[in-house]
């Protein structure tokens, strides 16, 4: 997913959105042998809960905005695991570098 908001802890990065890009993958509790929509996720679930995230305002850190997107997506009453990864691409750095990215990993139980 890519999104433009504000995010950065530099006074600038509360002003101007910048690219980020982010990654899903959850985990899901499927009934057996269920082959109907019992059990699916709905991507466009996802996207809108991870859009909504985003469009509450500046963040200061990747971490913070990925552990508010890590807790929108378990409150999915299928989802019992949910990886997030948030990647800023333009990051003003002395060297090269093609994006900073954080993860995390958390579980319905944690």
Not at 8 to 20: N, R, T, V, Y
Not at 65 to 93: C, N, Y
Request: proline content about 4%; charged content about 25%.
């Amino acid at each position: 997913m890519a999104f433009h908001t504000r995010i950065g802890a530099l006074p600038h990065e509360a002003q101007i959105a910048q690219s980020i890009e982010i990654d899903v993958s959850v985990w899901v509790i499927r009934a057996e042998g269920a082959e109907g929509p019992d059990g699916i996720v709905d991507y466009r679930e996802l996207y809108d809960l991870v859009a909504e995230v985003v469009d509450e305002g500046q963040v200061h850190y990747l971490e913070n905005l990925a552990e508010r997107i890590a807790a929108a997506i378990l409150g999915i009453v299928q989802v019992t695991r949910v990886r997030v990864a948030v990647r800023k691409p333009h990051v003003s750095l002395a060297g090269p570098l093609a994006y900073a990215e954080v993860t995390v990993e958390r579980a319905a139980d944690e």
